[in-house]
């Protein structure tokens, strides 16, 4: 069992940057692959970005790529997504998740652990 408790949401202006922090209890998280997934009212979950254990194979959603960066330190348990130049579009609850699979899958189904969410919110 993992328990991961995101923060660092908050309202910030369009063009701004945001850090997303996960923090992760429980088994060994360093085995799991990290996923960053967001939910925008009345849309469904989507992804955002994920990260293998070791840190050495990202993925990231197109809508993201080059904004955001996804990255964790395994000796903290804590995970990250640096959000950079953020856009109104970008509003959402963003929830981290753990794959003990350990891949880099943009599906909701591959992730067996959910943290409860952080709202961020980006003015125009």
């Known amino acids: 069992q993992v328990q991961l408790v995101e923060s660092g949401g908050g309202l910030v202006q369009a063009g701004g940057s945001l850090r997303l922090s996960c923090a992760a209890s429980?088994?060994?998280?360093?085995?799991?692959?990290l996923g960053w997934f967001r939910q925008a009212p009345g849309k469904e979950r989507e992804f955002v970005a994920a990260?293998?254990?070791?840190?050495?194979?990202?993925n990231y959603a197109t809508s993201v790529k080059g904004r955001f960066t996804i990255s964790r330190d395994n000796a903290h348990d804590t995970g990250y997504l640096q959000m950079n130049s953020l856009k109104p579009v970008d509003t959402a609850v963003y929830y981290c998740?753990?794959?003990?699979?350990?891949?880099?899958?943009?599906?909701?189904?591959?992730?067996?652990?959910w943290g409860q969410g952080t709202q961020v919110t980006v003015s125009s």
């Open positions: 998740a753990a794959d003990r699979s350990g891949t880099t899958s943009s599906s909701r189904l591959a992730y067996d652990y």
């Open positions: 429980g088994r060994t998280f360093g085995y799991y692959s």
């Open positions: 990260i293998t254990w070791s840190g050495s194979i990202t």
